[in-house]
């Protein structure tokens, strides 16, 4: 019996390198923010912080972007359309850090290429044609 719900995921077996390169792209990002939540809950709970408040604001503010981010990579697994524009901002937010990470007064360059090349690959794989073409919804698509 085969799967006829329109919620269900769209076909893996068709799926091109850039998708494929996209998904591994957003995942790694997504599983990186949710390292980074649990680093901060874990340092806010061992650690004295200078300010109880600034600390709680930045878990909770990382859990809420980690969250974000695992919609969209789920979103993305199951070709939903919506994902663009989510993964587009959550690129260029991350090349906003990036630069930060380049100019800022804690300057780390490290830290900067590491955001920003796949901020960028993900950006240019996001707006590619194939992306496009795989995000297109189900009664839009032409096959």
Do not use: C, K, Y
Not at 30 to 38: D, G, I
Not at 62 to 73: D, G, N, P, S, Y
Not at 93 to 104: D, T
């Amino acid at each position: 019996m085969s799967e006829t719900t329109p919620n269900g995921p769209g076909p893996v077996a068709g799926r091109s390198p850039a998708f494929t390169t996209l998904l591994v792209v957003v995942g790694l990002e997504a599983l990186a923010l949710v390292v980074v939540t649990v680093a901060l809950l874990v340092e806010l709970l061992v650690a004295p912080a200078s300010s109880i408040a600034s600390a709680i604001a930045l878990v909770v503010l990382a859990a809420i972007a980690a969250t974000w981010l695992v919609a969209m990579f789920l979103g993305l697994r199951n070709h939903r359309s919506w994902v663009r524009s989510g993964i587009i901002v959550w690129q260029v937010l991350q090349g906003a850090l990036a630069i930060g990470a380049f100019q800022g007064v804690f300057r780390v360059a490290w830290v900067g290429w590491v955001l920003l090349i796949p901020a960028l690959v993900g950006l240019t794989l996001v707006l590619s044609r194939p992306i496009t073409a795989a995000l297109v919804p189900r009664g839009q698509r032409d096959d």
